[in-house]
């Protein structure tokens, strides 16, 4: 009896086992197709074309977005800092607080998540359909790499345009708090740019940029991946999809605090 | 041309090659029947190095294609073209686009001119022309698309042309005209040629030798005179629904 108790145990156990395997497996075949991507990213021929043509689709194609995020998240900021802070009537203290928040955190966070459910569904999505109507297979035949083809100039792309995007964010994220707490929260214009001045170091914002550039090739080789990994006809290239922008949001957050923890420490 | 030797492939618990061997010499049109899901375009993209073998070898003109990677394997794979079942046009770029593929992307592009005189000619080959260029994929029919194909496989002037089901999904009319285009590329460019397909009119139309796959073996193999008179039970069935109409 005892026996028979522990069978749908063991099974139990014999899954999850099976899909931790099967998930480490998916995860060291995609660093092999990162890496892939790097050692053919330094081989000719070079396409300046294909990575200029990702750079208008990632990054000027994401500018409304971006900019409508940060624009709004800077206001949003604002008002809920001058909420905050008037407790303590330091209210002044709001466009530092807000220009920081932004530079190291909030500007390369919510602009990879944006770009993520924007080009980066869509990179996994056309790259799937690419594979799974053999469009990737004829490429292969036809001698011409497809890492190289397709994947190298979404990651250069990414790696380029995300900390582009990051920076707009910082800038219209700033002046949306500014007007929200100059002329809205009436905080006085003096301190609320003093405090900035004296908050802000350029490190702050050098340090929200690099991890714009790993949000870059953290969500261009995740996307790239899924795509280009995808089977099953159009159900495999939505599920691709879906798991594309889910690893990703995920490896955002994670990277994300892997670096301020290695930043401010704990 | 192309030697594949003693070739095994699974997925998971899947079997679906157990040891193919064949030959397929130069300037030949190779025709592999077999019903769906027997394995067919396994071994074709095992040929042309899609998939690496659990077992066997292929060859191409001596040199062993399955155990290439890299750069060597994308050089390797410069004497195939090869025609999709579904086209595999790149819905994204015209016909022009497409067909220019080969000639642009690896390396040492003719100059745009010369380009376009080539797509030109190829699409002459498969009685397509000008009206075409600028057309994309899915502005065109299911044979256009298919001739489309073709002719990207032709304009690198490849030594051989693979084609995975060519006249699957078309009608009659227009699968005589791809048999007319496969008989047409060996007839006026010399070109060796692998055809992948389960339709048994087509296959006894453009064959010089065929071979009949099932359960991931070669149950028969020879001129289409010597696989018709097969005493295989598998072949002597599949053969039947297509010669008891005649």
């Known amino acids: 009896m005892e026996g028979n108790a522990t069978i749908p145990v063991k099974r139990a156990i014999f899954r999850a086992m099976n899909r931790l395997k099967a998930a480490l497996e998916d995860f060291g075949s995609m660093i092999f197709f990162a890496l892939e991507a790097l050692a053919w990213a330094f081989r000719p021929p070079f396409r300046l074309g294909l990575i200029l043509s990702q750079m208008a689709f990632i ?10 995020t940060g624009t709004f998240s800077g206001m949003v900021l604002a008002l809920q800092g001058n909420y905050a802070m008037k407790q303590f009537a330091a209210e002044g203290y709001v466009g530092g607080s807000v220009a920081l928040a932004l530079a190291r955190e909030l500007a390369p966070v919510l602009t990879a998540l944006m770009v993520t459910g924007r080009a980066g569904s869509a990179i996994a999505t056309e790259l799937g359909t690419m594979r799974v109507t053999e469009q990737i297979d004829a490429m ?3 001698a011409v790499n497809p890492i190289q083809y ?12 995300f900390p582009a995007l990051t920076m707009l964010f910082n800038v219209l994220g700033y002046m949306g708090a500014y007007v929200m707490g100059v002329y809205v929260a009436k905080i006085p214009v003096g301190p609320f740019i003093e405090h900035t001045r004296t908050f802000l170091v350029p490190a702050d914002v050098v340090h929200g940029l690099w991890k714009a550039v790993l949000f870059g090739a953290v969500v261009s080789v995740i996307t790239c991946w899924r795509g280009y990994s995808a089977s099953g006809g159009s159900r495999g290239v939505g599920e691709g999809t879906t798991r594309a922008v889910v690893s990703s949001s995920i490896g955002i957050l994670v990277v994300d605090y892997a670096l301020t923890l290695f930043s401010v420490g704990s | 041309m192309i030697q594949v030797r003693d070739l095994w ?21 190779y025709v592999v029947l077999g019903g769906s899901g027997s394995g067919k375009t396994v071994l074709m993209k095992h040929v042309i190095g899609l998939f690496k073998p659990d077992r066997g070898s292929v060859h191409i003109d001596g040199v062993e294609i399955s155990s290439l990677t890299g750069k060597a394997l994308t050089e390797a794979r410069g004497v195939f073209g090869m025609v999709f079942q579904g086209a595999a046009l790149f819905d994204s770029m015209t016909v022009q686009e497409n067909v220019a593929f080969p000639l642009v992307e690896r390396g040492h592009a003719p100059a745009a001119e010369e380009v376009r005189e080539r797509c030109l000619a190829k699409l002459k ?19 256009m698309r298919k001739r489309v194909a073709l002719a990207r496989a032709l304009v690198s002037d490849p030594q051989v042309v693979l084609y995975d089901e060519p006249t699957t999904g078309l009608d009659p009319i227009t699968t005589a005209y791809v048999d007319g285009m496969i008989l047409a590329a060996k007839e006026k460019l010399g070109i060796t040629s692998m055809v992948i397909s389960h339709d ?14 099932y359960d991931g073996h070669l149950v028969a193999e020879g001129t289409p005179a010597e696989v018709k008179a097969s005493r295989d039970p598998y072949v002597q069935r599949y053969l039947s629904t297509w010669f008891e109409k005649q």
């Open chain 1, 59 to 68: 990054g000027v194609g994401s500018v409304f977005i971006v900019g409508v």
């Open chain 1, 140 to 142: 292969d035949s036809m």
């Open chain 1, 150 to 161: 397709l994947v190298v100039p979404r990651v250069i792309a990414s790696i380029l345009m």
């Open chain 2, 9 to 29: 492939k699974s997925f998971g618990e899947n079997q679906v090659l157990k040891g193919i061997t064949l030959t397929i010499s130069r300037g030949e049109t």
């Open chain 2, 125 to 143: 080959v498969v009685d397509l022309g000008e009206e075409v260029l600028e057309r994309y994929p899915a502005e065109l029919s299911g044979g």
């Open chain 2, 200 to 213: 048994v009119a087509s296959a006894f139309k453009v064959a010089d030798r065929l071979a009949v796959l």
